[in-house]
């Protein structure tokens, strides 16, 4: 598995390099800060590098810190989130700017990155929380304690009340939210759930019910 690369530049395309190490050359991918023609200025280039593997097909990501590497990978591992969008989310925010808008459950600044609507905004938010140590950040920032609300913003208190929250965004009443997760309590134990489970349910309880 590729981890890094460092090497010469010999073309770059929009977004993708060529980027030749010890006579070999490997066509790179870039996103965030990598994207920035500030990081060609001659010489060598240094690049943290995510493997992406399928059966059909290899493509390698780069990038010019370790913290985006991290991010990169931690938003590719949320549910219907591939490269090319990891790649946009990146494109417009940095990760520490990414953390912090998870934490203030900032739906309208995740609906800047081109292709992603409220409803996967809302999703991004509850499953990337905990990928992206928000906890920490808070911990750190504001002494751990609620969130404010209002505006776009969710309080993320616990599970249930951080679905609720994104139901709410997305459109649903507090009757609709209620009776669905009301319907997952005989076959789910609903409060030992975390965030993403419990809204995948109840999206598909509500899809089922309208």
């Not at 549910?79 to 953390?99: E, F, R, Y």
């Not at 349910?201 to 089922?208: D, I, K, T, W």
């Amino acid at each position: 598995m590729i981890g890094s690369l460092r090497g010469t530049v010999l073309e770059r395309r929009a977004s993708e390099i060529l980027l030749e190490v010890a006579g070999v050359g490997y066509r790179v991918q870039l996103a965030g800060s990598a994207l920035s023609p500030a990081s060609f200025g001659g010489g060598e280039l240094f690049l943290f590098v995510h493997q992406h593997i399928r059966e059909d097909h290899q493509s390698l990501y780069g990038f010019l810190t370790a913290a985006e590497r991290d991010c990169f990978e931690s938003l590719i591992s949320a549910h219907g989130v591939g490269p090319s969008l990891a790649m946009g989310v990146l494109s417009v925010h940095k990760p520490d700017q990414l953390v912090q808008i998870l934490a203030e459950g900032d739906v309208a600044a995740l609906c800047l990155v081109p292709g992603v609507g409220k409803k996967t905004a809302v999703r991004l938010l509850v499953e990337l929380r905990a990928k992206l140590d928000v906890d920490t950040f808070l911990a750190g920032s504001i002494g751990g304690g609620a969130l404010p609300t209002g505006g776009d913003s969710v309080a993320w208190d616990s599970p249930p009340m951080v679905v609720r929250q994104a139901l709410g965004e997305l459109g649903y009443n507090a009757e609709e939210i209620r009776t669905a997760l009301d319907a997952l309590t005989p076959d789910h134990d609903v409060a030992a759930l975390d965030e993403a489970s419990l809204l995948r349910l109840a999206l598909l309880r509500l899809a089922g019910g309208r």
